[in-house]
């Protein structure tokens, strides 16, 4: 009695089809003497393996084939047609489509992530965060660095790390830049906070060519010595009639002025009450500055009011200092300052607004956020950095009296303690607070607002995320760490320089792209950079689900 033979399994069918093609392939790559194509017994081999290859697809189930229509079955099955079957089909199949259709027909046979194993090393710097490595442990305090260390020398050389890199000219729309393994990328550039492009301008250069010329490169102490010159009291009347505050102290950096701010102004017994995604300067400084310090839920108003009120319940003695960005440079959103405003001066607490961002690059004549809101000249303390927008270091605190001016002077460390804004910088940022409150700086905001609303288009319409409302920063977020990181390594030989955060920047699991726009930014070079970063993130995805079986988000 003969039993009937059992169904072939798909993967069977499959694996003889693989099987099949390669070995006609290996024909027809070691012909003999005769054309291949005309010599009898290449193609009687051919014809055979046509009508195997063609009889294996056409036995596949139709599970199989519903579910894995990345594969050209009918092609494959019709390769058995004829009596014998053509020749020449197969020939041409296996030149114009099986290159290409190879992969996906061996990914039924082993998944690749089974059949493919994953660098060591690139796995190490993918899996691993910042946070692991927080707390080290151990009672040597500098052999305990040793672990980090290594972490990041794995990402070095899967090229996954994303910090230290350099320019090697001025950071215009394009830049070229290298990484820190030395290898260099030219792209559209969205990794420089240069939003109104004035690093360029001729007015800037000479601006600053001429302060060089006038006083050297020097600002020759603090400036409660003798560090400051007279472009710093035109500067700081400049930029008190930009926030409608009369009175202002300059910083020698950005970061400087939100920590020395508040240190300055808060004592131990006072309370800081801080937005949770405020900038680290001012988070630093609420830690320094007080033991009292209450993180917010971000943009959460009511939830200050609600933490005024117990305050004062429980302390009528002790100063209170709200603080918030303006523009959140991370997730590229603001807070409602008049409500902000109105529920600190209910309960005898005062306002910071840090207007780093958009201060110069939004806003009516430049005003940021603050005149966006109508509030200029109305909040109590504002202070901001001159790196975004105007085009050097520096940064600023404003306030409506003399005495707080006088105070933040003497008792801000970093005002106090560090040398000067150099005649240079302060000279740039002057001539760019000129300009800023210009006519001229309406066009540039208008070509910056341009560019911005065409790449978050470009990119929302290609299915991706941007966080926040339209300012010169685009957050896209990516999400996953491993992906964002595998996209940003793509990015930097595909054009396009941009700057990937994470933790601790961003909660985990939140990556994202900052893209940092510039009114030299065309339209189209946006659109154009919104497509590369959109097939670099799905290529980064497929590499992942490649090479170590994960999931796309």
């Not at 009508?51 to 058995?80: K, Q, Y």
């Not at 005898?348 to 110069?360: M, N, R, S």
């Not at 690059?361 to 109508?374: A, H, K, R």
């Amino acid at each position: 009695m003969h039993s009937a033979p059992l169904p072939r399994t798909d993967e069977e069918l499959v694996a003889l089809v693989l099987e099949t093609a390669d070995r006609a392939l290996e024909d027809l790559a070691d012909p003999p003497p005769a054309d291949p194509a005309t010599h009898p017994e290449t193609r009687r081999r051919l014809s055979r393996a046509a009508r195997e290859i063609g009889e294996a697809a056409g036995e596949v189930s139709e599970m199989m084939t519903n579910w894995a229509t990345h594969v050209p079955w009918e092609d494959l099955a019709d390769l058995a047609l004829g009596d014998p079957p053509d020749p020449d089909a197969l020939r041409r199949f296996l030149t114009d489509v099986y290159p290409e259709a190879r992969p996906g027909l061996a990914d039924l046979v082993e998944p690749a992530h089974l059949r493919i194993t994953a660098d060591p090393d690139e796995e190490y710097a993918l899996d691993k965060q910042a946070y692991d490595f927080y707390r080290p442990a151990g009672r040597d305090l500098l052999r305990r660095t040793e672990e980090f260390h290594g972490w990041v020398e794995a990402r070095r050389r899967t090229e996954t790390w994303q910090y230290s890199r350099l320019l090697e000219a001025a950071p215009g729309s394009i830049a070229e830049i290298s990484n820190d393994v030395g290898r260099r990328a030219r792209g559209v550039n969205f990794n420089s906070q240069d939003y109104l492009s004035l690093n360029a301008h001729p007015a800037i250069r000479e601006a600053a060519a001429r302060a060089l010329r006038d006083y050297g490169p020097h600002s020759a102490g603090s400036p409660m010595v003798l560090g400051n010159t007279r472009l710093s009291d035109a500067l700081e009347e400049s930029l008190g009639r930009l926030v409608g505050l009369e009175h202002v102290t300059l910083f020698p950096t950005g970061w400087s002025a939100g920590f020395g701010s508040i240190t300055a102004l808060v004592r131990q017994e006072d309370w800081v009450v801080i937005d949770r995604l405020a900038h680290s300067c001012l988070q630093q400084g609420a830690r320094a500055a007080s033991r009292n310090v209450i993180r917010y839920e971000h943009l959460n108003v009511e939830e200050v009011r609600r933490h005024l009120g117990e305050i004062r319940r429980r302390d009528p003695r002790n100063g209170i200092l709200v603080v918030t960005d303006g523009l959140f440079s991370v997730d590229a959103d603001w807070p409602d300052l008049l409500a902000l405003q109105e529920a600190c001066h209910a309960h005898d607490a005062t306002l910071l607004v840090d207007v780093a961002h958009d201060l110069g690059s939004m806003g009516p004549g430049g005003s940021g956020v603050l005149g966006l809101q109508g509030l200029i000249g109305k909040v109590d303390l504002v202070m901001g950095a001159f790196s975004k927008t105007f085009a050097s270091n520096g940064g600023f605190l404003a306030s409506r009296t003399p005495a707080v001016k006088q105070y933040a002077k003497m008792f801000g460390g970093p005002h106090f303690f560090s040398n000067a804004l150099s005649p240079v910088q302060t000279a740039v940022v002057l001539e760019a607070s000129r300009i800023v409150a210009d006519p001229e700086g309406d066009r540039l905001r208008a070509r910056l607002f341009a560019a911005i609303d065409a790449l978050r288009e470009a990119l929302t319409t290609r299915g991706l995320e941007c966080l926040g409302s339209p300012s010169p920063i685009v957050p896209l977020l990516i999400g996953n760490e491993k992906l964002a990181r595998t996209a940003n390594r793509l990015l930097f030989d595909r054009g396009v320089l941009a700057f990937m955060v994470e933790f601790p920047v961003t909660p985990a699991g939140s990556a994202r792209f900052r893209l940092q726009v510039q009114a030299a930014h065309e339209p189209e070079e946006a659109r154009e950079a919104a497509s590369v970063i959109a097939a670099s993130v799905e290529d980064a995805r497929r590499h992942l689900s490649s090479a170590f079986g994960m999931g796309s988000r």
